[in-house]
């Protein structure tokens, strides 16, 4: 297996088609989900957490997070099957805590999912046609129910638990409104759906029993225990001038909406459309929230209502509506691409990375801040892009042009345009390391390599079975790498494919290899990335990262095209501004500095009269209050000396009635024992008169008895002979029995269920009417009994005391209208006081909180400040003593440079004469190749002319002897005077020898001053020990060559001036003598042809050598001398002149 490790940084994306896609984690942390992951994302610290998805994902459908935040579920399709993943959220990285994976229902995928209140209880609905509602006890992957939600493959958008019960269930969808109920192993609907069917996008519970349903015509629902109690409509009428600000907005930003996966959201044309004929908005409620008042929704792109309950009802009102501009609506990390990525491209300079896609969008990203720093869109869409290595500027491809962009501070303009064919069959070209090559790739099944000099194609390798989908060269531009449609991964060299590497059934749709050559990186159509190595294995040996759910269409190396950053090398910072826009900038800034002055006097001079109105208002009010105060505590003080008195007067007449009512009881209690003792006395007559009537009653039964007996056996024979006949008549008629109970059980069922359904709904409303009734007639009857008692005491009270009372009421009335009055200014002052309190404490708590904060980032600033001047006194020293080190080994490089050059020209020297001594080396061998022939001639000679000795009396044959050997040995055509021959030689050999000399003479001089040189620098590099090593080398390479010279010059100089000569030069020109010779034409080709044939094979033999590392020309080998050479040839001249 590989061993490189991939690592997710940073995702720059959101999966919008996933259900219920972001929520909170906590008040900084949100989790949404982006590729194969669900991030957790801090909004204050802007760092990401990821959770990885299932391997061989291939589409993330619905998320939910448990109440209490342990707990995220996620649904998958995994290779065509549901998978449900529980991650537990606590754990650090986060784990996974169950996968439901395994299912005795059928099912295709999961599209909703919630979890109840106590975290326990899972709740999943699954896609059309099955439709079914599954209730899971998911930690013991336990179905604890199942329930068909739909027939008409209707799509559900939401499910949710009751946030008090976990038996309590509602489900919403189009045309669906279901509220179920969990009991007995079965989930049971509890409401009946009347009226229009609705689509319903979403729903939230504001209570136990009341739910708020919003649809796709932007209508909202209340509904209790199934029965809807409100409805309301938030359509509005929109103005012509906020239309022109859509059509604005439209062309100049991105407008993006997340929909669920059931509800597809309509274009913005459509939406256009409809405003032309009505004039009036149709927004959808995609998503609606619950709070402590209320609740809020959405109402369309850039629109949320708030709703509160009213005081006297059980409805809601539309407190407040929230609209893009006034409440600063802003994107929560960045605006992100709508649709697939076309284009994706790196610079050397900047951290930037440039996209563009097929929403008409470019934008550039910051790798290193995460964050987007400049986007544009367009009328078209954009199929390419290419970023400058100084990351100023941008090519972009469009379906006719082709764009050169500046990338300014703020905006991306274009300043130049190509107008192009439109052309989509090239899908992916790549340059080799020093930009000399191109290899593009095609739908046409081709592989080209062109040469950028001479701009022809080089190499080609076609296969017509194959779409190619992304093409790159290895670092040395020798071997091709080409991924497409054939499920292979093609490894091409001189126009043939050498190998071709299994995908292993996915389909290879971009690859890249890495900067060493060493790693290969391909991104699949499932989404993961696969790391090989190279070259590459045979066997199954690579690893799959999950990074998308989708095909991967770009893939890039940040580092360029071989190119290894270095450390110390940062990012470069400049931008680019134009002059026109600086020019603006600085005249607004001016304006706004001016502006800001004027507002600044103007603020403070009317703080200052505010100060004095409010000044002179409240003391007003204080007196105001002062005078209604001390009035007021007048007044009380005479109230309550009124209340004393009544007090008194009401206790004296209590106390009579209480005597009064004593009195009766006793009277009463006496009357009831005298009536009780005559009941008693009844009641025992009446026992009696029982006793004796059920003698009476027994004597008569036992007459019926006996008289009984004898009319049951007439008539057992009388009935037993119709039994008979009648059994024939039942068998008939049970038959008949038996398909009317069928069809009636039918029929009976239908309306049991029609039938439990309203008396449910008629059951629950009564019984509540009932409770309600019996408990008032209860507490009725209690009160009832007790003012009757005093009814008929305090009557007589009420109508003496009504006259006085009725004279304080119209009193009473008079100063409660005032104490109201003052009571609500009371309030009203408090609630602001209340409130300004409020305000107060909370911005202290936050100044506290700010000032904790500020003090820790000090205490830390002034450690880092000490550690940062400990490190600065620790490196200073070092980094002057690096910098003499690399000032005196530039000196050094720059010496040991001199030295290599001074010693590479002396070897030339010294090959040049090595080549010389060799040429004349050769040509004495000829000539002693000649000197043989010659005498082997003149041995020839001797024998024949011995021969013609013999004939020395006979002159005539003597003559044709001699003749013959003239003709013979010697042709007339060859005849040539030499007799100039010696003065030639001799004018030769000096001038050679004068040619010889000087050489010398000038080689030793350099070898003097070389050697002088040399031996300088080698004193001056044994001096640095850091170079010692290199030094030495380079020492006894140099003493090397002044040996090699020293003995060349003297092997040069012995050959000019041999010891053994007894005559030098002038004797051997007096030996010469002149001879004749052989064809000269003849002798000099050969010669000239066997010194080409010698430089060849010395030019062969130094390119060899030239191969091996450290080679020097070889010292030990001596050629003969010139002189004894020339010497040779004329003793060979004289013999044969004097034969």
């Known amino acids: 297996m590989s061993t490189v490790v991939a690592q997710s940084l940073h995702a720059f994306g959101l999966r919008s088609h996933v259900a219920n896609n972001v929520f909170f984690f906590d008040e900084q942390i949100i989790i949404f989900p982006s590729g194969n992951y669900c991030v957790k994302y801090n909004m204050d610290q802007k760092w990401q957490k990821f959770i990885p998805g299932s391997d061989k994902s291939q589409a993330m459908?619905?998320?939910?997070?448990?109440?209490?935040?342990?707990?995220?579920?996620?649904?998958?399709?995994?290779?065509?099957?549901p998978v449900i993943t529980i991650y537990e959220l606590s754990s650090i990285p986060c784990r996974k805590r169950k996968i439901l994976n395994n299912f005795d229902f059928p099912v295709q995928r999961f599209t909703c999912m919630a979890f109840s209140p106590d975290s326990k209880y899972l709740l999943t609905q699954t896609s059309p046609p099955e439709s079914n509602l599954v209730y899971w006890l998911w930690e013991k992957q336990k179905v604890m129910a199942i329930v068909k939600t739909d027939t008409q493959n209707n799509i559900v958008s939401q499910v949710s638990f009751s946030p008090q019960d976990n038996t309590q269930v509602c489900v919403t969808g189009n045309g669906i409104f279901k509220l179920l109920r969990f009991a007995e192993g079965t989930l049971k609907q509890t409401n009946f759906q009347r009226g229009e069917p609705q689509n319903y996008l979403a729903h939230t519970w504001v209570s136990d029993d009341k739910i708020v349903v919003g649809t796709d015509t932007g209508r909202l629902f209340l509904f209790e225990s199934g029965d809807q109690r409100w409805e309301t409509s938030i359509m509005v009428k929109e103005s012509t001038n906020e239309l022109k600000n859509l059509e604005m907005m439209q062309e100049s930003e991105s407008l993006i909406e997340f929909p669920t996966l059931s509800s597809p959201v309509p274009s913005f044309e459509q939406i256009l459309e409809t405003d032309s004929h009505s004039q009036q908005s149709m927004p959808q409620v995609f998503a609606i929230a619950a709070y402590s008042k209320g609740f809020a929704c959405s109402a369309g792109p850039g629109r949320v209502l708030l709703f509160e309950k009213m005081e006297d009802k059980d409805f809601y009102h539309e407190s407040r509506e929230i609209r893009g501009e006034p409440a600063h609506f802003e994107y929560l990390m960045y605006p992100l691409h709508s649709a697939s990525i076309t284009g994706l491209a790196t610079c050397i300079r900047k951290p930037l990375i440039a996209t563009c896609s097929l929403d008409r969008s470019i934008r550039i990203w910051n790798y290193e801040s995460n964050t987007l720093e400049l986007y544009k869109e367009y009328q078209e869409e954009a199929y390419t892009i290419s970023?400058?290595?100084?990351g100023h500027f941008i090519v972009v491809g469009f379906a006719d042009k082709l764009r050169l962009m500046n990338l300014l501070i703020d905006d991306i303009r274009s300043f130049k345009e190509y107008s192009i064919r439109g052309c989509k069959e090239i899908r992916s070209i790549a340059w080799n390391a020093d930009d000399s090559k191109l290899i593009s790739c095609g739908t046409d099944g081709a592989v080209y390599e062109w040469n950028l000099s001479t701009g022809k194609r080089e190499t080609e390798c076609v296969i017509k079975s194959c779409s190619y989908n992304c093409v790159t060269v290895s670092p040395d531009s020798k071997i091709i790498?080409?991924?497409?449609?054939?499920?292979?991964?093609?490894?091409i060299a001189d126009s043939s494919v050498l190998r071709e590497i299994s995908a292993f059934d996915v389909v290879y749709t971009a690859i890249v290899i890495s900067h060493s050559g060493r790693m290969i990186f391909v991104g699949t159509s499932m989404g993961t990335i696969r790391a090989m190595k190279y070259p590459l294995p045979l066997p199954k040996e690579f690893n799959d990262y999950q990074a998308h759910g989708g095909p991967i269409t770009k893939v890039f190396d940040k580092d360029g095209r071989g190119i290894k950053r270095e450390r110390e090398v940062g990012f470069a910072e400049e931008v680019l501004v134009t002059k026109t826009d600086m020019e603006e900038k600085a005249q607004v800034m001016l304006e706004l500095k001016t502006r800001v002055e004027e507002l600044k006097m103007e603020n403070e001079y009317q703080l200052r009269l505010k100060d004095m109105n409010y000044s002179e208002k409240i003391k007003e009010l204080t007196d105001k209050f002062i005078q209604e105060m001390e009035s007021l505590k007048t007044k009380n003080q005479v109230l309550r000396t009124e209340k004393d008195k009544q007090d008194v007067f009401h206790r004296e007449r209590m106390d009579d009635l209480l005597e009064k009512q004593t009195r009766e009881l006793q009277d009463l209690e006496c009357c009831n024992n005298q009536?009780?003792?005559?009941?008693y006395e009844?009641?025992?007559?009446?026992?009696?008169?029982?006793?004796?009537?059920?003698?009476?009653?027994e004597k008569q039964l036992r007459d019926n008895d006996e008289t009984k007996s004898q009319a049951l056996e007439e008539l057992t024979e009388f009935y037993e002979a119709k039994l008979q006949e009648k059994t024939g008549l039942l068998e008939e008629a049970q038959e008949d029995v038996r398909q009317q109970l069928r069809e009636f059980e039918e029929t009976k069922k239908q309306i049991e269920e029609d039938e439990d359904r309203e008396i449910q709904d008629i059951k629950t409303k009564y019984e509540k009417k009932l409770r309600d009734e019996k408990e008032s007639n209860l507490r009725l009857k209690g009160e009832t009994g007790i003012m009757r008692k005093k009814f008929s005491s305090l009557q007589k009270e009420i109508e003496e005391r009504a006259n006085d009372i009725e004279s304080l009421k119209g009193e009473q009335m008079k100063l409660q209208g005032v104490i109201k009055s003052?009571?609500?200014?009371?309030?009203?002052?408090?609630?602001?006081?209340?409130?300004?309190?409020?305000?107060?404490?909370?911005?202290?708590k936050r100044i506290y909180d700010l000032k904790k904060k500020n003090q820790e980032l000090e205490k830390f600033k002034f450690v880092l400040d000490y550690k940062i001047k400990e490190l600065k006194k620790q490196i200073e020293p070092r980094e002057n003593e690096i910098k003499v080190m690399k000032e005196q080994i530039q000196e050094m490089e720059s010496e040991l440079e001199r030295f290599f050059k001074q010693n590479t020209q002396l070897e030339l020297n010294i090959t040049e004469l090595w080549q010389k001594l060799r040429a004349t080396d050769q040509e004495m061998r000829r000539e002693r190749q000649k000197e043989r022939d010659l005498e082997a001639l003149v041995k020839r000679f001797k024998t024949d002319l011995h021969n013609c000795v013999a004939y020395i009396q006979e002159a005539r044959s003597l003559k044709e002897k001699v003749r013959g050997l003239f003709e013979k040995y010697v042709q007339r055509a060859d005849m040539v005077e030499i007799a100039g021959l010696n003065t030639d030689l001799q004018l030769e050999y000096s001038r050679q020898r004068e040619h010889l000399e000087r050489n010398l003479a000038t080689l030793k001089k350099k070898v003097v001053k070389e050697s002088e040189l040399h031996r300088t620098d080698y004193v001056r590099i044994m001096q640095v020990p850091a170079r010692s090593g290199e030094c030495s080398v380079l020492g006894s390479g140099a003493v090397g060559l002044q040996e090699q010279l020293s003995g060349d010059i003297a092997e040069l100089s012995s050959a000019l001036l041999p010891a053994h000569m007894p005559g030098g030069p002038s004797e051997i020109t007096h030996r010469i003598i002149p001879t004749m010779r052989l064809n000269e034409q003849e002798e000099t080709g050969r010669i000239i042809e066997m010194q080409r044939l010698e430089i060849q094979r010395l030019r062969d033999q130094i390119q060899e050598q030239e191969q091996v590392p450290g080679f020097h020309p070889i010292s030990g080998v001596r050629l003969p001398s010139l002189v004894t050479a020339v010497h040779s040839l004329a003793k060979m001249d004289a013999e044969v002149s004097n034969k």
């Not at 459908?61 to 065509?80: D, F, G, H, W």
């Not at 970023?387 to 100084?390: C, F, G, I, Y």
């Open 387 to 390: 970023l400058h290595p100084s």
């Open 682 to 697: 009844k009641y025992q007559e009446l026992q009696l008169k029982s006793q004796r009537m059920q003698e009476e009653y």
């Open 61 to 81: 459908l619905a998320l939910s997070i448990s109440p209490n935040r342990r707990y995220l579920a996620i649904s998958e399709l995994v290779q065509e099957k």
């Open 675 to 679: 009536k009780l003792l005559l009941e």
């Open 481 to 491: 790498f080409a991924v497409g449609s054939d499920h292979t991964l093609k490894e």
């Open 822 to 844: 003052l009571e609500k200014d009371i309030l009203s002052l408090k609630r602001e006081i209340q409130e300004r309190d409020e305000t107060i404490q909370d911005k202290e």
